[in-house]
Structures are given as structure tokens and as C-alpha cells.
């Protein structure tokens, strides 16, 4: 069971700061598509074989990994990376090594503005509404999730790039909304925040689990609300309504700035997992969670809605619990309902 990551220095190399795998890597044989070409192994002085292949038609050695000099194809080679880390080549502070000549970043941390949520077993459910039944011993693998919901300008920046289609622009919808730049992006359907997601960090995202939710909102304690069984949900905590429609937003009658609400921030960092906005999740909705389906539930295989999460600034405390859940169908959209998005983080080469 994991249950968090340590990012410890091991290794016999160091490189800004960076490390390379202990044992000395194999030297795979280049290959060449002319069939005229010559190659010959060669003992190097630390007593490993590397490739010398020759093209015919050229002077010297083509490219080989291992001779400690980063060629053409090559990120890494040896001790020579090019002064590169995991944050200049797009994560967060961790642990990057090199394989095969190029960059191992599965133990680098996750990219800024996504938080690490570790892997392992939490509860999910409670006994306080019937569709939040029955309560399970579920085990999701470690992924990253957005620090907040995604705001109009990160989804403006897909539309530019023809990947996305424009939010609605009804009432109390943030597109188009001049000072709500960085408010969470509502008023879309479940599509939208589906191409959204695969469209983000070269495609490498996608629309959260509703497990992934809840154990991002929740953590391994069983926790009513992301900050804890106490205090009850207040506008302290959450952008909700403090008490009927003339206090929507608390008082403000919209969302505000994602992430305006540090004290409600999650155990793993992320903000507004309880108001501003509903979330759109992966899963189709059923009416109660399937028994059997205990590591990495994705729910049912179809259904005609999909599970939306956390409450919104429409809603007073109930519905922010981290195990409460809604509904809509796909094609649905709503001036309480945004997004956020999930990443599997890369696995070893």
C-alpha cells in the first residue's frame, strides 16, 4: 500500500542536482537502413561494449548511447544532460534520471498548479444519503489533480487553439466576462471539460474518477468536509450560499477567484473541492456504488448522466460534504457546474 512519496537522493551521479540510475545502462546497437553499412563492437575503457556502426557513405560514427555526449536523438547521455532538471523540463522539484538516453521523469513531482495525491486505500461513501451507499475500502493509484478548477483563461487558451468550443454566455456565466479571467470556467457541458482535459499539457490529461475525487477532497481519514469534520461549511470556508438566493455566492451572487478560500483547501492541496463550482467527473452516475468494485472504481459502463462533485455557490452546506453527489446528463450545462482535471503521472521507461 502506498501511502505517499518520498523523493530521496540515490544514485552515484549527480547532475544539477539531478541523479542517474546506479548501474551503468547497456549500450544498445544503432541501426542504419543501408544495406551496406559496416559495424563493429568496440571494448571502451571502462570495459563495456559500445556499437561503433559506420554508415557507408559517411566519415565517422553515427549517434551511440553510452559514449557520454548527448547527440542527435539523445536528451541524456551519461554525465552529460544538458543542465537539465525536472522543472526545466516541465514538472515539479523531484528526481530526474536518465535511461536509455533519455529522461526517466517518473520521479519527478507533478507540473505547477497540479497537486500529488498519493496512491493507496481510503474510505468512500458515507450512510447519509442513499446514493452515497454502500460505504467501501477502495484503493485508487497515486495521480495528480488540479490545484483549482479550471479558470476561463487556461480554457480560453483551447478554444485559441481550435480544440475547444465556447462556454455558454447566459446568466452568470464567466465567459466573456470582463475581471472573471481567472474565476472558474462554467456554463459547459460535460464534452467541453472532457476535450478540455485531453487537450491540456499535450494531451497528457483527463477528467478525474469520481474515486479520484473523493480522495483528492477527502484524504484517508474520512473527513466530512476538505478541511475536516468541523467547522460546518460557512463562507470562512467555501464560496456556497449562506442562506437563500440573495446570499448566493456568499453575498456576491457568483463564483469568485478559484481558490479564493485557502482554509478550505484539501489535505493534498487543492482549493474549492467544497463550492464555487460543481466538477464534471469521468464516471456515469448510478444510483449506488457497486460493491465489488474496490480499486480504481470508474463507475458503471454507461448510464444517461454523468457525476458531478463538490457543490457550488448555489448551494448551502450539504451538498459540499466530500461525499455528497449530483447528476446531470452530458449534453447539460450550468452556471453552478465547472471542472477540473486529473493526470496519471508517467511511469519509468
Given at each position: 500500500m502506498e501511502e505517499g512519496r518520498i523523493w530521496m537522493f540515490v544514485g552515484v551521479v549527480s547532475v544539477t542536482g539531478c541523479l542517474e540510475y546506479p548501474h551503468p545502462l547497456p549500450a544498445p546497437v544503432a541501426e542504419t537502413s543501408s544495406e551496406t553499412s559496416t559495424s563493429s563492437d568496440t571494448s571502451t575503457s571502462s570495459g563495456t561494449i559500445a556499437d561503433s556502426t559506420t554508415d557507408a557513405t559517411s566519415t565517422g560514427p553515427i549517434a551511440e548511447c553510452g559514449n557520454g555526449e548527448v547527440e542527435d536523438g539523445e536528451e541524456c547521455d551519461g554525465t552529460d544532460w544538458n543542465g537539465a532538471t525536472c522543472e526545466s523540463v516541465g514538472f515539479g522539484l523531484g528526481q530526474l534520471a536518465c535511461a536509455s538516453c533519455q529522461?526517466?521523469?517518473?520521479?519527478?513531482?507533478?507540473?505547477?498548479?497540479?497537486?500529488?495525491?498519493?496512491?493507496?486505500?481510503?474510505?468512500?461513501?458515507?450512510?447519509?444519503?442513499?446514493?452515497?451507499?454502500?460505504?467501501?475500502?477502495?484503493?485508487?493509484?497515486?495521480?495528480?489533480?488540479?490545484?483549482?478548477?479550471?479558470?476561463?483563461?487556461?480554457?480560453?487558451?483551447?478554444?485559441?487553439?481550435?480544440?475547444?468550443?465556447?462556454?455558454?454566455?447566459?446568466?452568470?456565466?464567466?465567459?466573456?466576462?470582463?475581471?472573471?479571467?481567472?474565476?472558474?470556467?462554467?456554463?459547459?457541458?460535460?464534452?467541453?471539460?472532457?476535450?478540455?482535459?485531453?487537450?491540456?499539457?499535450?494531451?497528457?490529461?483527463?477528467?478525474?474518477?469520481?474515486?479520484?475525487?473523493?480522495?483528492?477532497?477527502?484524504?484517508?481519514?474520512?473527513?466530512?468536509?476538505?478541511?475536516?469534520?468541523?467547522?460546518?461549511?460557512?463562507?470562512?470556508?467555501?464560496?456556497?450560499?449562506?442562506?437563500?438566493?440573495?446570499?448566493?455566492?456568499?453575498?456576491?451572487?457568483?463564483?469568485?477567484?478559484?481558490?479564493?478560500?485557502?482554509?478550505?483547501?484539501?489535505?493534498?492541496?487543492?482549493?474549492?473541492?467544497?463550492?464555487?463550482?460543481?466538477?464534471?467527473?469521468?464516471?456515469?452516475?448510478?444510483?449506488?456504488?457497486?460493491?465489488?468494485?474496490?480499486?480504481?472504481?470508474?463507475?458503471?459502463?454507461?448510464?444517461?448522466?454523468?457525476?458531478?462533485?463538490?457543490?457550488?455557490?448555489?448551494?448551502?452546506?450539504?451538498?459540499?460534504?466530500?461525499?455528497?453527489?449530483?447528476?446531470?446528463?452530458?449534453?447539460?450545462?450550468?452556471?453552478?457546474?465547472?471542472?477540473?482535471?486529473?493526470?496519471?503521472?508517467?511511469?519509468?521507461?
Open positions: 529522461f526517466d521523469v517518473s520521479r519527478c513531482g507533478p507540473p505547477l498548479g497540479m497537486v500529488e495525491v498519493p496512491g493507496g486505500v481510503f474510505e468512500m461513501g458515507s450512510t447519509q444519503q442513499s446514493n452515497e451507499q454502500p460505504i467501501r475500502q477502495v484503493h485508487v493509484d497515486a495521480f495528480w489533480i488540479d490545484e483549482t478548477e479550471v479558470t476561463v483563461e487556461a480554457y480560453a487558451a483551447c478554444v485559441d487553439a481550435g480544440a475547444c468550443s465556447e462556454p455558454g454566455t447566459s446568466a452568470n456565466c464567466n465567459w466573456k466576462v470582463v475581471g472573471r479571467e481567472d474565476h472558474p470556467v462554467n456554463c459547459l457541458t460535460w464534452f467541453q471539460a472532457d476535450s478540455h482535459c485531453r487537450w491540456a499539457d499535450d494531451g497528457t490529461k483527463r477528467l478525474p474518477t469520481e474515486a479520484e475525487w473523493e480522495k483528492a477532497a477527502r484524504g484517508t481519514d474520512g473527513r466530512e468536509y476538505p478541511w475536516g469534520d468541523t467547522p460546518t461549511a460557512s463562507c470562512t470556508h467555501a464560496v456556497m450560499s449562506a442562506g437563500g438566493t440573495s446570499y448566493y455566492g456568499c453575498g456576491a451572487g457568483r463564483t469568485w477567484l478559484a481558490g479564493s478560500r485557502p482554509l478550505g483547501v484539501s489535505p493534498y492541496g487543492a482549493h474549492d473541492m467544497a463550492g464555487n463550482v460543481r466538477e464534471w467527473t469521468a464516471d456515469w452516475y448510478g444510483g449506488q456504488y457497486d460493491p465489488a468494485d474496490l480499486v480504481d472504481p470508474a463507475g458503471p459502463d454507461t448510464g444517461t448522466s454523468r457525476v458531478q462533485r463538490g457543490g457550488a455557490w448555489t448551494n448551502t452546506a450539504p451538498p459540499l460534504r466530500t461525499t455528497a453527489r449530483s447528476s446531470s446528463g452530458p449534453g447539460s450545462s450550468s452556471n453552478a457546474v465547472g471542472f477540473r482535471c486529473a493526470r496519471t503521472p508517467p511511469a519509468p521507461p
